[in-house]
């Protein structure tokens, strides 16, 4: 049987390996994910981001276990965006990931970049998909960090569920711009900490300023993810993100600008490919870049002569 | 007479503008760098990045006004990947900048990416190349971070300074595989502090491991940016670097890379762009959209035979 067949099956060699054929983009990727994808669309994503050293690996590994007490199978998918490692525990917190490891309905992935980002978000998506049909219930993307990656990462996310820490210094600051749109729901971790209701309130007032969905107000827990409190409370929000966007119809249509987003990614990447598979195999690349270095000709004008050589108009 | 005619006679406006022109991608951008690319390639680009708090901006600063001792023109691009905003001063140690911005030999400007990673990189390098065809005889390119974007970002440089500071915690754990890899040379900022000696031997462990370029060791300044001591020093090592490079060879065959790479990346999002707007135009978009959601198509088909549709074979 092949890959994609053992994995519907039920196989975890399978499943692993069809997730390192993506990571690696080796060629029998592209038909396993051709033959997963009318399996997809039925499990609940959700994104885990923040800045680092919030606890953001126990707070999913805690998350986890008590999906896992309801009966729900779990996915596990820590990015890195700023290491070049992959398929192994890279993740430092990762590496001390204890009985989740052992239990069957849990499976757990790092990814890195490989050097490029390029692809990142779209292959994190791709590994989302694969446990979606493998038929995990609940898959979490947990990024390192908050950077513009880890924005797009997380894209691949129903619920994103931001965690912050109070006592970092900067609080506010270091909540960017793009993380506090993204958030449908925020985690007050280590809120045994001093701070907490200052960065409660700064975060209160910050989402009276960025009122972008009107029947949404991103709501903020307080957990203490180490101990195991607050977990179940988010828990409960997290489920209730899930409903309010099947039946206010924005799943469908989150869903949809995702598609449409993978869409576009996936034409720029396979035609952008096709086209420089064409000039590498007739050494017309290393011509061109030669007659731009020494400025006889500019790069814009040549990628316009290259769009009417290779499409149809 | 055009933005491209007015910045080359020297209009700091006309360059003000055509900055803008790429940063927003009007369209008149394109004809701008069309223009404007036989007049590049005489800057000396220099990269600086390094954690947050390391003291990057001050370090640029106080080089910045070195060369201007030298008589050298300066441009300097602060790029926040993790900024929405751009254009303005987005950086907060932007804010602070003082005496540079009265000095009409000194041109400053930040970059944000206005929610999508997308043609960032591409984009700096287009900014510093305005820069290098308005006469700046060194331009330096300042990220925020250290993340995969950064890494992105700073490939525009000839020379990469990666700034460093003791007692950051977990120090060499901060410095991610990629940067290690970019640095052409390491300042240890805050060389007043603890920890200097060991941040010093740690580094110089990992450069031992990391033997990318056996002709040229990575050397390790020590700095007090804010104190300008130092400044001298490792303007010197910066200088003879790019003296290095010219005179191994390295110089060209790493901007005969970076073409490439520029090419390449010019040419996967200019025709990536010409098919969406054919498919939407259409209206065809939406019916793919529709048909990939109710899970009769794949997205992997539907690129191959758009491939098919659009290609010349």
Redesign the interface.
Known sequence: MDIAGELLAGSRLALSRAITAVENEYDEA?SI??RL??H??KAHVIGITGPPGAGKSTLTDKLAKAYRQQGKTVGIVAVD?????SGGAILGDRIRMNELTLDEGVFIRSMG?R???GG?SRKTAEVVRILDAFGKDVVFVETV?????EV?VIKAADTTVVVLVPGQGDDIQAI???ILEIGDIFAINKADRDGVDRLATELEMMLDLNQNEVDWRPPIERTVASQGSGIAELLTTIDGHICFLSQSGHLTRR??DR??N???A???????????QQ?SSWGQ?DT???R??K?EK???????E??H????Y
């Open positions: 592209v994910m051709q994808y009318s997809t669309g965006p700023t290491s070049p490692f970049t050097g490029s980002l990142l960090g908050v950077g513009q990656s797009d960017k711009a793009g869903r949809t598609t449409r993978e869409l576009l996936l034409i720029e990447e396979h035609i952008g490919r096709y086209v420089l000039l690349l061109l870049v030669s731009i270095e400025r500019d790069p814009y004008t040549t990628v316009s290259l769009l050589m290779y499409l149809r």
